[in-house]
Structures are given as C-alpha cells and as structure tokens.
C-alpha cells in the first residue's frame, strides 16, 4: 500500500468517525433540549394553574368586601334618618 493511499485511508476514517460521533452528540443534544421543554411546560402548566387560583381567591375575596361594603353604607343610611 502507497504512502498516498494509506493517507487518505487515514483522513477517510477520521473523518467517518468524526462524522457519526458529531451526529451522535446532536442527536443526545437535541433530545436534551426537546426534555428540556417538555420540563417548561410542566411548570408553564403549574405556573398557570396557580394563577388562575390566586385569581379565583383574589374574585371571591373582592365579592366579600363589596358585600360587606354594602352592609356597613345601608347600616350608615339607616342611621342617618330621623327616626319618628
């Protein structure tokens, strides 16, 4: 076997090894980041969830307030009139 071809024999495996460990480590990579956002949605999910029960609480506790916002101006108008 020539020098030359024994050199081409050389950058040809290097390169063909080269290639499969680069498609190798993109592959693992990619599916790191495809896990990755699978874990965003779940806290996405729960972040949102959360929120609409933080709201939920913040709309029942307004609802209190007004209500008793009510109780206490019809209380103040009873008193404020004459009584006979």
């Known amino acids: 076997m020539s020098t030359i071809s024994k050199v ?6 290097i ?3 080269s290639t499969i460990a680069g498609v190798h480590l993109k ?3 990619d599916q790191e980041r ?7 949605d779940i806290e996405r999910l729960e972040r949102k969830s959360e929120n609409l ?7 029942s506790l307004t ?3 007004k209500a ?5 101006e019809s209380g103040r108008q009873g008193s404020d ?4």
């Open 27 to 29: 592959q693992n990579w």
């Open 53 to 59: 029960r933080v709201l939920e609480q913040q709309r």
């Open 34 to 40: 495809l896990h990755e956002g699978v874990l965003r």
């Open 8 to 13: 081409v024999l050389g950058v040809s495996v």
């Open 81 to 84: 009139q004459p009584q006979a």
């Open 63 to 65: 609802k209190e307030l």
């Open 68 to 72: 008793e916002r009510d109780r206490r």
């Open 15 to 17: 390169l063909t090894v």
